[in-house]
């Protein structure tokens, strides 16, 4: 049934607030059918990971245009990366060379790839891409709230309060980070959890007490502060259930050493096989303001912009094999 037939139909017996995918209605009482409609909206074995590379990512030499070859060596003459080692994955389009592990899942079928996104009349900040971005404005618009942050809102109104509950044991949404990212921003306050590293998740698993003690004084680094210790009651009030999900399940594959994003993505990997019903999930990297020293001179495929690439792409491939090792990845490529 479209929506707008079921708001139709609907109408007859409008008295109680109820949003239902975005679109608010009003159901007088309580039905199987409408009970049937939340729950499929509100429960899904699907999970959302999102992967936010900081900064402003060099696109033209993650994804190299092959059909623009000429154009491409013409405009960039010391930081080209040689045809010869660049990974085709079609006959258009080539990864960078660090990026081989990627390059793999792509030929397997398992990633896809969207190119030329971008918002007209550019300013060419970074601050205004990413603001876009995390919250899904018009080039024109600035808002501050994100656009999953609006979405959790609707699934699940007066968040913070009354949260965790016996409907919503678990956080909505879990960022391995100090503050929240904007996207998860919602109308009134955070849509979910920020672990302020992979410590952080450990303390909780084992048990670790909080340290945080002492009064917060009332001025702008004390707002501060006060916001840091609010995200910090809130890991503890859900940390019992983050510990079951994290006891429930270990890591199987093998993660690349040294690797910031891979110790991240582990941990998500651990709690989605645990059982945690989180269903968004938000990782970053950081250090994508490559301006300085992106390649070695001696080798363009090589450098901080590389560093980063292979970070990425040994991290995700990681990812994937752990949870095809864990069994949750069926239904992936439906």
Same mark, same amino acid.
């Given at each position: 049934?479209?929506? *707008?037939?079921?708001?139709?139909?609907?109408?007859?017996?409008? =008295?109680?607030?109820?949003?239902?995918?975005?679109?608010?209605?009003?159901?007088?009482?309580?039905?199987?059918?409408?009970?049937?409609?939340?729950?499929?909206?509100?429960?899904?074995?699907?999970?959302?990971?999102?992967?936010?590379?900081?900064?402003?990512?060099?696109?033209?030499?993650?994804?190299?245009?092959?059909?623009?070859?000429?154009?491409?060596?013409?405009?960039?003459?010391?930081?080209?990366?040689?045809?010869?080692?660049?990974?085709?994955?079609?006959?258009?389009?080539?990864?960078?060379?660090?990026?081989?592990?990627?390059?793999?899942?792509?030929?397997?079928?398992?990633?896809?790839?969207?190119? &030329?996104?971008?918002?007209?009349?550019?300013?060419?900040?970074?601050? *205004?891409?990413?603001?876009?971005?995390?919250?899904?404005?018009?080039?024109?618009?600035?808002?501050?709230?994100?656009?999953?942050?609006?979405?959790?809102?609707?699934?699940?109104?007066?968040?913070?309060?009354?949260?965790?509950? !016996?409907?919503?044991?678990?956080?909505?949404?879990?960022?391995?980070?100090?503050?929240?990212?904007?996207?998860?921003?919602?109308?009134?306050?955070?849509?979910?959890?920020?672990?302020?590293?992979?410590? $952080?998740?450990?303390?909780?698993?084992?048990?670790?007490?909080?340290?945080?003690?002492?009064?917060?004084?009332? $001025?702008?680094?004390?707002?501060?502060?006060?916001?840091?210790?609010?995200?910090?009651?809130?890991?503890?009030?859900?940390?019992?259930?983050?510990?079951?999900?994290?006891?429930?399940?270990?890591?199987?594959?093998?993660?690349?050493?040294?690797?910031?994003?891979?110790?991240?993505?582990?941990?998500?990997?651990?709690?989605?096989?645990?059982?945690?019903?989180?269903?968004?999930?938000?990782?970053?990297?950081?250090?994508?303001? $490559?301006?300085?020293?992106?390649?070695?001179?001696?080798?363009?495929?090589? &450098?901080?912009?590389?560093?980063?690439?292979? =970070?990425?792409?040994?991290?995700?491939?990681?990812?994937? !094999?752990?949870?095809?090792?864990?069994?949750?990845?069926?239904?992936?490529?439906?």
């Amino acid at each position: 049934m479209k929506r *707008r037939d079921f708001l139709r139909v609907a109408t007859p017996v409008i =008295t109680l607030p109820l949003v239902l995918g975005g679109f608010p209605i009003r159901a007088f009482g309580r039905s199987r059918a409408l009970d049937a409609l939340w729950q499929a909206l509100s429960s899904t074995d699907r999970v959302l990971v999102l992967i936010q590379l900081d900064g402003g990512n060099d696109g033209i030499n993650t994804l190299i245009s092959l059909d623009q070859l000429t154009t491409y060596y013409q405009v960039r003459p010391q930081i080209a990366l040689p045809e010869l080692k660049l990974l085709r994955i079609s006959d258009e389009v080539a990864f960078h060379p660090a990026m081989g592990a990627l390059q793999r899942m792509y030929n397997d079928g398992m990633i896809g790839i969207v190119q &030329g996104v971008a918002y007209p009349n550019t300013n060419l900040s970074h601050f *205004r891409s990413t603001d876009i971005w995390m919250t899904a404005s018009d080039a024109n618009q600035y808002l501050t709230t994100g656009w999953m942050g609006r979405y959790l809102d609707t699934l699940y109104p007066n968040y913070p309060n009354g949260y965790p509950n !016996d409907n919503a044991p678990d956080p909505l949404a879990l960022q391995i980070g100090a503050v929240l990212a904007l996207a998860l921003q919602g109308p009134l306050a955070s849509m979910g959890l920020a672990l302020q590293d992979p410590q $952080t998740f450990y303390d909780i698993i084992n048990g670790t007490p909080s340290n945080a003690t002492g009064s917060i004084p009332d $001025t702008r680094p004390g707002h501060e502060l006060a916001y840091l210790r609010q995200v910090e009651l809130k890991s503890q009030q859900y940390s019992s259930s983050i510990k079951t999900a994290a006891d429930r399940a270990q890591n199987k594959a093998e993660y690349p050493s040294n690797n910031s994003l891979g110790n991240q993505l582990k941990i998500v990997a651990r709690l989605i096989a645990g059982g945690l019903k989180t269903r968004v999930y938000l990782v970053s990297i950081r250090g994508f303001d $490559t301006h300085a020293a992106q390649v070695d001179p001696t080798d363009t495929t090589q &450098g901080t912009h590389a560093t980063l690439l292979r =970070t990425l792409s040994d991290a995700v491939a990681a990812f994937f !094999d752990d949870l095809r090792q864990l069994g949750t990845l069926i239904g992936l490529l439906r």
